[in-house]
């Protein structure tokens, strides 16, 4: 089974360009989560749906960041402008549901970089 | 407000040995909780998660955890180490529709 799926899975770029990440989750799941993750800060969620709607974003640390999810099998992360403190690995999670039992699984990151 | 906590940075075992991760949790009413791995430069893999009326939870590659509701702990264990199972592993609570993940263990298993 294939599982969720994240793109780019490295970026690279200078500060004040605007960064787009992707992710598809596993066919069927219901919601879908955004974390950041840094030595510093540890796993932190940025944001999350459910069937597609967004239910809670106060998670996301800036108006310079913003999340959408278009359908069922797609979402993107927007940072613009990017700034150095950024740099980080970004996960999507999917679950079946918000149910409180039921597990999330991850992609493999994308791992930004801002110059 | 349900939290975690998971008091060891890290935690050293020979392999062959067996091995605990600590978790320690605070939730109102029925807990959720879950054990996930992370391998380098991979997402998180769900382990296994506690439900009620079960005390020991059986999980993926042979790893099982405790649940102890009198010392609100959930601790991870294997019997037997291997250098494989070296990785970060995180404790986690469903807190309303979000789950609180513990800081990390990081677990080395020497050869």
């Known amino acids: 089974d294939a599982g969720v799926i994240q793109s780019p899975r490295h970026e690279v770029t200078e500060m004040g360009q605007e960064v787009t990440l992707r992710c598809k989750p596993i066919?069927?799941?219901?919601?879908l989560f955004w974390y950041r993750q840094t030595m510093m800060r540890g796993l932190e969620l940025l944001i999350y749906?459910?069937?597609?709607?967004?239910?809670?974003d106060s998670g996301m640390p800036e108006d310079r960041f913003s999340a959408k999810m278009p359908n069922a099998s797609f979402s993107t992360l927007k940072i613009q402008p990017s700034e150095p403190r950024d740099s980080a690995v970004y996960f999507c999670?999917?679950?079946?549901?918000?149910?409180?039992?039921?597990?999330?699984?991850f992609g493999d990151g994308t791992r930004l970089s801002i110059l | 407000a349900q939290s975690v906590a998971q008091p060891e940075d890290q935690v050293n075992v020979a392999e062959g040995n067996p091995l605990t991760v600590k978790c320690t949790y605070s939730?109102?009413?029925?807990?959720?909780l879950f054990w996930y791995v992370q391998y380098p430069n991979r997402g998180l893999q769900f382990l296994l998660k506690?439900?009620?009326?079960?005390?020991l939870v059986k999980g993926s590659y042979g790893f099982e955890a405790e649940f102890n509701k009198s010392q609100t702990s959930f601790h991870l264990k294997k019997p037997s180490a291997l250098v494989s199972d070296s990785a970060l592993y995180f404790c986690?609570?469903?807190?309303?529709?979000?789950?609180?993940f513990g800081a990390g263990t990081r677990l080395f298993v020497k050869a």
């Open positions: 999670a999917s679950s079946r549901s918000l149910e409180g039992n039921q597990p999330q699984h």
């Open positions: 066919s069927g799941h219901n919601s």
């Open positions: 749906f459910n069937n597609n709607v967004p239910i809670d």
């Open positions: 939730v109102s009413g029925n807990p959720y």
């Open positions: 506690y439900i009620t009326g079960d005390n």
């Open positions: 986690a609570v469903r807190s309303g529709f979000k789950t609180i």
